[in-house]
């Protein structure tokens, strides 16, 4: 199905190894989003992206890292500097417009990162 | 500090029986609450949205309410079917200089059962 997709469904990782996780979208969407989901929590912003080649920090972006070259993808490497990366992730998207406070934010199928 | 509780944290119920979900949030300013379903292992997906001035909103057999004068907002699920096992979700919009901001909850758990 279209929409969003994220890849790999599942990830293995080593410590001190960096990992790349894929996020696309053919909603025509400006705004994408990253969130980390642990057992027991709520989703926690990662990074976001209003505009191609812009981003900026969400509540917990140490040890992660993003780019934007393009509208329909939004990349997310979890760097060895994150300390504890095992984790759900999931990527969204929604039309994002300044004020425009009932865009609702898409939701891919989301990765499960193991670091081993 | 805005945050958003929900309770129970699970859930068991007999598939047909009826449920309701709680919702309680300390999110200013308000913007909107959202309900997701998460299946296992999927991304949510969006069941209701209301403003602050709209108190019910249905969705088939689930039907959201909010009182934002205690800021409070319930999930009921009607005749529950096997397929509403899964992870139902919070989410309130802070409305903020930069944007909008979202807060979750951590979800009630749900599993209907035969």
């Known amino acids: 199905d279209g929409g969003i997709t994220q890849s790999p469904k599942y990830l293995f990782r080593k410590e001190g190894q960096n990992v790349t996780l894929s996020c696309e979208q053919n909603?025509?969407?400006?705004?994408m989003y990253w969130y980390r989901q642990d057992p027991g929590q709520g989703l926690r912003l990662i990074y976001y992206?209003?505009?191609?080649?812009?981003?900026q920090k969400g509540d917990i972006a140490e040890g992660y890292s993003v780019s934007r070259e393009k509208k329909e993808s939004f990349p997310l490497t979890v760097t060895s500097a994150q300390k504890n990366p095992t984790a759900f992730y999931l990527c969204?998207?929604?039309?994002?417009?300044?004020?425009?406070?009932?865009?609702?934010?898409?939701f891919g199928p989301g990765t499960r990162l193991t670091v081993l | 500090k805005n945050q958003v509780e929900q309770s129970p944290q699970s859930l068991i119920i007999l598939e047909g029986k009826n449920c309701t979900l709680q919702?309680?949030?300390?999110?200013?300013?308000?913007?909107?609450l959202r309900w997701y379903k998460q299946d296992t292992g999927r991304g949510p997906v969006s069941l209701t949205i209301?403003?602050?001035?709209?108190n019910t909103k249905s969705n088939g057999r689930y039907t959201a309410t909010l009182d934002a004068d205690t800021k409070q907002s319930s999930l009921h699920i009607t005749a529950s079917q096997l397929s509403d096992s899964a992870s139902y979700i919070c989410?309130?919009?802070?409305?903020?200089?930069?944007?909008?901001?979202?807060?979750f909850g951590t979800g009630t758990q749900l599993k209907v059962e035969l």
């Open positions: 969204a998207s929604s039309i994002e417009a300044r004020g425009r406070a009932l865009n609702e934010q898409f």
């Open positions: 909603l025509n969407h400006d705004a």
């Open positions: 992206s209003q505009i191609v080649n812009d981003f």
């Open positions: 919702c309680n949030y300390t999110v200013s300013p308000f913007s909107n």
């Open positions: 209301m403003t602050f001035s709209e």
């Open positions: 989410v309130v919009t802070l409305l903020t200089g930069g944007g909008n901001k979202l807060t």
